[in-house]
Antibody, heavy 121, light 108 residues
Framework: QLQLQESGPGLVKPSETLSLTCTVSGGSFNSNTHYWAWIRQPPGKGLEWIGS???????YYNPSLKSRVTISADESKKQFSLQMTSVTAADSAVYYCARSVWSWSGCFDHWGQGSLVTASS | EIVLTQSPGTLSLSPGERATLSCRAS???????LAWYQQKPGQAPRLLIY???IRATGIPDRFTGSGSGTDFTLTISRLEPEDFAVYYCQQYGSSPQTFGQGTKVEIK
């Protein structure tokens, strides 16, 4: 059973960098039919795709966040990571990692439980 | 970017009733690449339907997706107690992939 688990600080100071890691277990990380994605959800609001990464490192970002986001993959550890710079209160959200099917622009068939990140001093 | 508008915002129904949820796109969804997710409080979304009408693994047949172009529908034929949740549509035919704002199905 494929499982994804987010990890990282729950509190980030405004203007600093948010860093999260997702660890994949119970399944393949280097499948050629799946990508790995970060999605966020502000409290009480909807979902926003942040970006996706292939196991080999190719990345795809939401243009609205591209200037502040870096996503990377570590095949040996079966992990992928998110870094978001210059955070503000508007970046406070539950951050999910998920598996994207067939393409970097695909639906998401497995999700982590989510990690709440608050941007506050 | 394609904007998805879901309606109604809230649907108040009783167990056993039929639920019809709408998702309208601001432009045609390429290849009808539209998915539906269910989210319960404190949980991650769960994939229900992809490619407009294909049920994901383990999803009961009371969930049916339909539509094409800009108008899509999720129908729950007979609501079970565990179906009361928020439902989101997502288009992944155009970049960036986008989600609707959600429809809450609540117990009447």
């Amino acid at each position: 059973q494929l499982q994804l688990q987010e990890s990282g600080p729950g509190l980030v100071k405004p203007s600093e960098t948010l860093s999260l890691t997702c660890t994949v277990s119970g399944g393949s990380f280097n499948s050629n039919t799946h990508y790995w994605a970060w999605i966020r959800q502000p409290p009480g609001k909807g979902l926003e795709w942040i970006g996706s990464v292939y196991y080999s490192g190719s990345t795809y970002y939401n243009p609205s966040l591209k200037s502040r986001v870096t996503i990377s993959a570590d095949e040996s550890k079966k992990q992928f990571s998110l870094q978001m710079t210059s955070v503000t209160a508007a970046d406070s959200a539950v951050y999910y990692c998920a598996r994207s099917v067939w393409s970097w622009s695909g639906c998401f068939d497995h999700w982590g439980q989510g990690s709440l990140v608050t941007a506050s001093s | 970017e394609i904007v998805l508008t879901q309606s109604p915002g809230t649907l108040s129904l009783s167990p056993g009733e039929r639920a019809t949820l709408s998702c309208r796109a601001s432009q045609s969804v390429s290849n009808n690449y539209l998915a539906w997710y269910q989210q319960k409080p404190g949980q991650a979304p769960r994939l229900l339907i992809y490619n407009t009408s294909i049920r994901a693994t383990g999803i009961p047949d009371r969930f049916t997706g339909s539509g094409s172009g800009t108008d899509f529908t999720l129908t729950i034929s007979r609501l079970e107690p565990e179906d009361f949740a928020v439902y989101y549509c997502q288009q992944y035919g155009s970049s960036p992939q986008t989600f609707g704002q959600g429809t809450k199905v609540e117990i009447k």
